[in-house]
């Protein structure tokens, strides 16, 4: 069979056992077989493929069809235009954490050429310290992360994109308190587990293949929520940002814990599907 062919043919696999988009996915894994781009592939689609690759795709498209995420199939994702290295040690960087990303970025711009210090809760991927470390070329980020697992994951990721002497990674619980993040961060950022515990079987069988550590936010959904910004006001300076990701369903609720917390300047911003996902406040 030619590549057009076992494509079809992955196709129809994938479909069969209801995986979404399966063209695209069939499209992606047989780039990598080919180890090509997937915008290059009609150009190959009368090529016959070596057993080699045939087995590849076959063993990838398997893969799927039982619901592996295709990002681990792939071993990478792409983020704010940089490709980061994935493993089932860490949750999947998604589009809504790059707009989170990109509102930070957003609010420390005007200071861009200052030293910033920057902590993010929870790393995972070490996708959101790396984007700001290469967005922001003064900063320093404190990169945090219970698992040493997802550490050692997020150190490669910032070997990858040459930051890795502007980010600290710290193997500590989400919300150690820590002297050396007493009152003098310019940000600190988080995307939290914020999903409800009783609605994680509702979810898609790939999402439930990532950590649930990554994912469980407790009975509410804000138990990880709760927690920072409770403690965020001891980690910033005068000035200094909080920026968090929530549920769609979580502004008000947000809000009312931001204010709690002293923040008297807060709002929360839609995504680009027009939901509420970033929460920003700013310490006075």
């Avoid at 994938?14 to 997937?38: D, H, S």
């Avoid at 994951?153 to 989400?174: G, P, T």
């Avoid at 979810?203 to 293949?209: D, G, N, Q, S």
Wanted: aromatic content about 6%; some cysteine; charged content about 25%.
């Amino acid at each position: 069979m030619n590549t057009r062919e076992w494509l079809d043919k992955g196709v129809t696999y994938l479909t069969a056992r209801g995986v979404p988009e399966a063209r695209a996915n069939a499209e992606f894994i047989m780039a990598e077989a080919l180890r090509t781009g997937r915008t290059e592939l009609a150009l190959h689609s009368s090529r016959v493929p070596t057993d080699k690759q045939q087995r590849t795709f076959w063993g990838l498209v398997e893969q799927r069809g039982a619901r592996i995420p295709l990002a681990y199939l792939l071993g990478t994702q792409p983020f704010m235009g940089l490709e980061i290295k994935v493993r089932p040690d860490a949750l999947i960087p998604r589009p809504e954490t790059e707009e989170l990303v990109a509102e930070a970025v957003s609010l420390l711009k005007p200071r861009e050429r200052e030293p910033l210090n920057i902590v993010e809760l929870g790393t995972g991927t070490g996708c959101i310290a790396v984007a700001l470390a290469a967005s922001l070329p003064q900063s320093t980020v404190y990169a945090t992360d219970i698992s040493q697992a997802a550490l050692k994951l997020a150190m490669e990721n910032a070997l990858s994109h040459h930051v890795e002497r502007r980010i600290r990674f710290i193997n500590e619980d989400l919300f150690t308190e820590d002297q050396r993040f007493r009152g003098w961060a310019d940000l600190v950022i988080s995307n939290p587990p914020y999903i409800p515990s009783g609605e994680l079987k509702k979810l898609e069988p790939e999402v439930l293949k990532e950590p649930r550590l990554a994912l469980d936010g407790g009975k509410d959904g804000l138990d990880a929520l709760r927690a920072i910004i409770a403690a965020a006001p001891r980690y910033l300076k005068a000035g200094g940002w909080l920026a968090l990701e929530i549920g769609h369903d979580q502004a008000k609720a947000v809000l009312a814990l931001l204010e709690k917390a002293g923040f008297n300047a807060r709002y929360v911003r839609k995504d680009a599907q027009g939901k509420d996902r970033i929460a920003v406040a700013k310490r006075d």
